[in-house]
């Protein structure tokens, strides 16, 4: 175990001897039981096509409005996904909010995109801000509902982000990981020319470990793209996983909707106890995080985890240094008792 606060990895995966972790974002439900249900492993494990299985496409393609099979490519997770996209784009900026998703920096890094930040106002794109600042941009990266804000941008600012780059002609990538999972109003999804969709089986369905995820755009230059670089890369996503992401998408719609009952439930419980300690922080509107200000959070997240078997992520891996993300992906118990080791300390300090 690293001694230092040096990023996400010292916590992923840790668990077990009393530690709760409001840590890694991922969904402790189980999946829909149709995911493993009569499921008869293939014995026919040549390589795939690189798209992607026609039938988890075509599933796909009745999801997502005036798109075929052919405008989809399955990847190993969302992740995957934005690497492939970011890395066919050949140099140049990507505007996005800042707090962001961790790994964008890093994912725009490696594909040699420079990233422009505007500074999100209490979780949500100022457009002013991001009006100034897109016009020498190649594209723009939008999460909504946001990891780790929990927020969702408003409808308006989304139909004025389409506008804008539709005039300018530049590339939309909307990142829609969290789209199933929004307490305020119904999903709106970024639609046009160049926008490219991403998804994933991981949270929606609670299949992080499975690592299916998958692009969507109807610019067809994208998509040879990333055929192409997939080919001689990561090659065909799992078979098997593809045929468990597909028996996922027989589960009743009512699914997602139980999912979300118990997801708000949590997000009660996290806002009013946080905000009972007097911590500033922003009601979660979506997704499965709270992003309060702490005092001191290197020293916070660091005692929590030695001395109080409570794992939180430091605000400054995303681009947030005076916060700490909490993500409420665990039991009411677990979340009742996590609580009350915060209070106990927040009151002491
Ligand atoms: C905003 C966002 N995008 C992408 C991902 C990666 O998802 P996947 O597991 O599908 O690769 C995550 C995971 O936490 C996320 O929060």
Not at 2 to 30: A, C, H
Not at 127 to 140: G, I, L, M, N
């Amino acid at each position: 175990m690293s001694t230092k606060l040096t990023g996400p990895e010292i916590f992923i995966g840790k668990q077990g001897n009393g530690m709760i972790s409001f840590g890694s974002g991922q969904p402790d439900l189980p999946p829909p039981k149709e995911a493993l249900e009569n499921l008869n492993i293939r014995s026919d494990l040549r390589y795939g096509l690189i798209q992607g299985e026609e039938k988890l496409r075509r599933a796909l393609s009745k999801e997502y409005p005036a798109s075929t099979a052919d405008n989809f490519v399955i990847t190993n997770g969302a992740s995957e996904a934005l690497d492939l996209i970011f890395r066919s784009m050949d140099n140049g900026k990507v505007l996005l909010g800042k707090p962001y998703y961790y790994s964008y920096p890093k994912i725009l890094r490696y594909a040699n995109m420079k990233p422009e930040y505007t500074q999100l106002e209490k979780g949500k794109i100022d457009f002013s801000d991001f009006e100034t600042k897109v016009h020498d941009c190649k594209a723009v990266l939008i999460n909504s509902p946001s990891n780790p804000t929990g927020r969702i941008e408003s409808i308006k600012t989304l139909k004025e982000i389409e506008k804008i780059t539709r005039d300018l002609g530049i590339y939309v990538v909307s990142d829609e990981v969290y789209k199933d999972l929004i307490y305020e109003r119904e999903n709106y999804m970024i639609k046009g020319e160049h926008v490219i969709t991403v998804n994933s089986f991981s949270k929606t369905y609670a299949m992080c470990g499975l690592r299916i995820g998958y692009l969507w755009s109807n610019d067809q230059r994208i998509v040879d793209k990333a055929i192409e670089m997939k080919t001689h890369t990561s090659m065909n996503t799992s078979l098997v996983g593809q045929d468990i992401a597909l028996n996922a998408m027989k589960a009743p719609r009512n699914y997602i909707e139980k999912q979300l009952k118990i997801w708000r439930e949590r997000r009660e419980m996290m806002y009013t106890g946080l905000s009972a300690m007097g911590l500033e922080l922003w009601k979660p509107e979506g997704a499965f995080y709270v992003f309060p200000k702490i005092k001191n959070p290197e020293k916070f997240v660091w005692d929590m985890y030695t001395k109080h078997k409570i794992i939180t992520y430091l605000g400054e891996w995303f681009g947030a240094p005076e916060h700490v993300r909490f993500s409420y992906a665990l039991s009411m118990n677990d979340i009742e008792e996590g609580l009350k080791r915060i209070e106990k300390y927040v009151d002491q300090s």
